[in-house]
T-cell receptor, first 111, second 111 residues
Framework: ETGVTQSPTHLIKTRGQQVTLRCSSQ?????VSWYQQALGQGPQFIFQ???????GRGNFPPRFSGLQFPNYSSELNVNALELDDSALYLC??????????FGQGTRLTVV | SQQGEEDPQALSIQEGENATMNCSYK?????LQWYRQNSGRGLVHLIL?????REKHSGRLRVTLDTSKKSSSLLITASRAADTASYFC???????????FGPGTRLSVLP
């Protein structure tokens, strides 16, 4: 049990729709990162938030956006969903550059 | 581009045997971490090794790091069927940035 919780666990959306995924970070952790993992591949970095500010972004288009709240929980929003957005979305929390703890992920299916 | 690359991509062994997985990376790092993932679920942290360390142990796990060769290895001794999973190495730079993951090694431990 990592203390990082994600919701929902599974989600099915239609192409063109918008989706919001949520993550509660582990107590004491001020950094949240989001990753996309396609089937059979390693996680790909989407973006990272530190104390409510985005401080790093991977190679994802602007329709992937996020927020971090004062309690350090976070949201990932994806607009104009495409079929290729179908993946496991993972949230990780950490403090500084130490160990990152991952949630169980949200499985998004776009049809 | 992905920095970590695990080798082999897939490994099948008998219960009781040792399993060795390797990871190579391209740029300087602050630390390297190994994670396990069961069947598309979240990532479970196994062990962190810092750039100034050469070897770490945790139970049946042994991790080595060779910064001159930019490589790391994960050894699982006396493997069990429950060790069947995908294993990923993840590297982190010197400024608390995001992790860069490799494509993983899929380990199958046969009873």
């Amino acid at each position: 049990e990592t203390g990082v919780t994600q919701s929902p666990t599974h989600l099915i959306k239609t192409r063109g729709q918008q989706v919001t995924l949520r993550c509660s970070s582990q107590s004491g952790h001020n950094t949240v990162s989001w990753y996309q993992q396609a089937l059979g591949q390693g996680p790909q970095f989407i973006f990272q938030y530190y104390r409510e500010e985005e401080n790093g972004r991977g190679n994802f288009p602007p329709r992937f956006s996020g927020l971090q709240f004062p309690n350090y929980s976070s949201e990932l929003n994806v607009n104009a969903l495409e079929l290729d957005d179908s993946a496991l979305y993972l949230c990780a929390s950490s403090s500084g550059g130490g160990t990152a703890f991952f949630g169980q992920g949200t499985r998004l299916t776009v049809v | 581009s992905q920095q970590g690359e695990e080798d082999p991509q897939a490994l099948s062994i008998q219960e009781g045997e040792n399993a060795t997985m390797n990871c190579s990376y391209k740029t300087s790092i602050n630390n390297l971490q190994w994670y396990r993932q069961n069947s598309g679920r979240g990532l479970v942290h196994l062990i962190l090794i810092r750039s100034n360390e050469r070897e770490k142990h945790s139970g049946r796990l042994r991790v080595t790091l060779d910064t001159s060769k930019k490589s790391s290895s994960l050894l699982i001794t006396a493997s069990r069927a429950a060790d069947t999973a995908s294993y990923f190495c993840a590297t982190r730079g010197n400024y608390g940035q995001n992790f860069v993951f490799g494509p993983g090694t899929r380990l199958s431990v046969l009873p």
